[in-house]
T-cell receptor, first 112, second 113 residues
Framework: DQQVKQNSPSLSVQEGRISILNCDYT??????FLWYKKYPAEGPTFLIS?????DKNEDGRFTVFLNKSAKHLSLHIVPSQPGDSAVYFC???????????FGTGTQLKVEL | DAGITQSPRHKVTETGTPVTLRCHQT?????MYWYRQDPGHGLRLIHY???????DKGEVSDGYSVSRSKTEDFLLTLESATSSQTSVYFC????????????FGPGTRLLVL
């Protein structure tokens, strides 16, 4: 029972263009969402988060959009850089819970 | 970077042997977590701790036990290792607020032959 889904295992984008990574969730109790980035042989690192009281959160080149009615969130990276090539995990939790539920990840490759 | 270390970083063991992985933090965070990462499954929670001697199960806890006798250390034990436990294991820590992100250690790569 995958409560957080990342249906695209991989994505390839040209340098300078926009990368859009998608995530869907099924549990209506989730009200806080996070994105993590992972390089090979390293632990995941926190990238950006969003609360369900917002529909957008921006941090530099990274923007996360949340569509609660569709139970969908997306991470936009503009402009994409070769150093952004990594696996991106979407995660969800809820108020009062201290456990994250992760998606299966999307491998982003930014090509020159 | 949050002060989290994991030891060992790599381990090869045989089926049936017990294995203990250690996570050590210098951040004095209350919450500590153990995950495993496998292709096609993402990160799955094994066990977590919300204080010294306070632990609870995650979604894939069978075959694993944990202990936390000090704030800074969280041990994961594979009681009798099986080949299905070959994986990369990550420890994470976080504060108490839901907005506090989890910070991950560098991982332990375990191979069970």
């Amino acid at each position: 029972d995958q409560q957080v889904k990342q249906n695209s295992p991989s994505l390839s984008v040209q340098e300078g263009r926009i990368s859009i990574l998608n995530c869907d969730y099924t549990n209506s109790m989730f009200d806080y969402f996070l994105w993590y980035k992972k390089y090979p042989a390293e632990g995941p690192t926190f990238l950006i988060s969003i609360s369900s009281i917002k529909d957008k959160n921006e941090d530099g080149r990274f923007t996360v959009f949340l569509n609660k009615s569709a139970k969908h969130l997306s991470l936009h990276i503009v402009p994409s850089q070769p150093g952004d090539s990594a696996v991106y995990f979407c995660a969800a939790t809820y108020e009062g819970g201290n456990k994250l539920t992760f998606g299966t990840g999307t491998q982003l490759k930014v090509e020159l | 970077d949050a002060g989290i270390t994991q030891s060992p970083r790599h381990k090869v063991t045989e089926t049936g042997t017990p294995v203990t992985l250690r996570c050590h933090q210098t951040e004095n965070h209350r919450y500590m977590y153990w995950y495993r990462q496998d292709p096609g499954h993402g990160l799955r929670l094994i066990h977590y701790s919300y204080g010294v001697k306070d632990t609870d199960k995650g979604e894939v806890s069978d075959g694993y036990s944990v202990s936390r006798s000090k704030t800074e250390d969280f041990l994961l034990t594979l009681e009798s290792a099986t080949s299905s436990q070959t994986s990369v294991y990550f420890c994470a820590i976080s504060g108490t607020a839901v907005q506090d992100p989890q910070y991950f250690g560098p991982g332990t790569r375990l191979l069970v032959l």
